[in-house]
């Protein structure tokens, strides 16, 4: 019988895909690529520490030590990945779990970390605003091998209020026309966003990427910019 505990230390880990069906298959356990799982488990010092327990029977005719293997160190990184998200960062952790009950290697590919909210029609950061980018700004000085993508949203409250500003100012209001402004809105706000990153928390902007702007429906979306991983 085998069953015991590898405690492991790896020091700048560089890895190379020689197998993307069991590369895909490990993403879909952990909840998120493999990349973004390991940027999360490096400290300052660019290491990686794990506790791998390895257990099995090696007198099964089927046993083979390196599925053991690869299957133990699956479990330990979902585990040290979902208790560094659940207690270190929390509420983050709350998005990691929900992630890992939906997660679709064909539909999601990233865990959202936070979503900043504006107001209508609005591209300005709310108090409450800059305190959700404060949280993933400390992330981020805690684990700087984390990379954030950065998504602006434009919403049927921005185009309501378009409407109505355009009212106010006795234009008639063309839908084309609208929508290349909700989508410039939806872009500022994630120019805001990272602006606020760099400038006020000095993150290096190699870190954060912006994705095209997009626009949603449904009363029940936010105006927002959503911070993934």
């Not at 790896?10 to 973004?36: C, F, G, N, T, Y």
């Not at 410039?184 to 120019?191: D, E, I, N």
């Amino acid at each position: 019988i085998l069953d015991g505990d590898i405690k492991t230390k790896v020091h700048r880990l560089v890895w190379v895909q020689s197998d993307s069906v069991k590369i895909a298959k490990m993403a879909e356990k952990l909840a998120m690529p493999l990349d973004s799982a390991l940027s999360l488990l490096r400290d300052k010092s660019d290491d990686i520490k794990l506790t791998i327990r390895v257990s099995g029977d090696v007198s099964e005719p089927d046993f083979e030590v390196s599925d053991a293997i690869n299957a133990a160190v699956t479990y330990s990184l979902k585990k040290a990945i979902s208790g560094y998200l659940s207690y270190a960062f929390y509420p983050y952790g709350l998005a990691y779990l929900a992630a890992e009950k939906t997660y679709d290697m064909a539909k999601k590919s990233q865990v959202g970390l936070e979503v900043v909210e504006f107001k209508p029609g609005d591209n300005a950061l709310s108090d409450q605003s800059k305190e959700d980018v404060a949280n993933i700004a400390k992330l981020m000085k805690r684990r700087p091998w984390v990379k954030i993508q950065i998504c602006g949203y434009a919403t049927d409250s921005d185009h309501l209020k378009m409407i109505e500003l355009e009212k106010d100012k006795k234009r008639h209001s063309d839908d084309s026309l609208l929508d290349a402004s909700l989508l410039g809105l939806a872009k500022r706000r994630a120019s805001v966003v990272k602006s606020y990153l760099i400038s006020v928390y000095k993150i290096n902007a190699k870190r954060l990427t912006t994705c095209s702007p997009t626009l949603t429906d449904g009363k029940e979306q936010t105006p927002r910019v959503e911070l993934l991983i």
